[in-house]
């Protein structure tokens, strides 16, 4: 699997930036194969933030601002990974947590598959 992130910014007609990322993967045929077989595909990887944590950890200001239409983010699903999907920011520093959380999670959900295909078997640990 290999996990695929584009940046870009963006400048509305009034001056004001966002940014956005676009998340992709790479799936090899035995981990397309695994997915469906385990019924992972609606397996939720990442969830933007409800405006309730927002406004715990960023203020009130910060929890409009986030939850403006145009930039409510869909959550990450297994299925939508191959497809892509965006999202979409004022800040810079909100795009590089959900940046680092995306990747933690598709690292996570690859460990599970590699798990996932190893059931069956027998394992030895030296200690």
Do not use: C
Not at 51 to 77: C, H, M, V, Y
Not at 104 to 119: E, H, N, S, T, Y
């Amino acid at each position: 699997m290999k996990l695929l992130i584009s940046r870009d910014q963006r400048q509305d007609e009034y001056g004001s930036v966002s940014f956005g990322i676009v998340v992709r993967a790479d799936l090899s045929a035995e981990e397309k194969s695994a997915i469906s077989k385990y019924g992972f595909s609606k397996l939720v990887l990442f969830e933007t933030p409800e405006p309730e944590q927002l406004i715990e950890k960023k203020g009130f200001l910060a929890s409009i601002i986030s939850t403006q239409r145009d930039f409510w983010n869909e959550s990450l699903r297994v299925s939508s990974l191959e497809g892509g999907a965006r999202f979409q920011y004022h800040s810079i520093s909100e795009v590089l947590e959900v940046e680092h959380a995306i990747r933690a999670a598709v690292i996570d959900f690859k460990r599970m598959l590699d798990a996932a295909a190893g059931f069956g078997g027998e394992e030895v640990i030296e200690i």
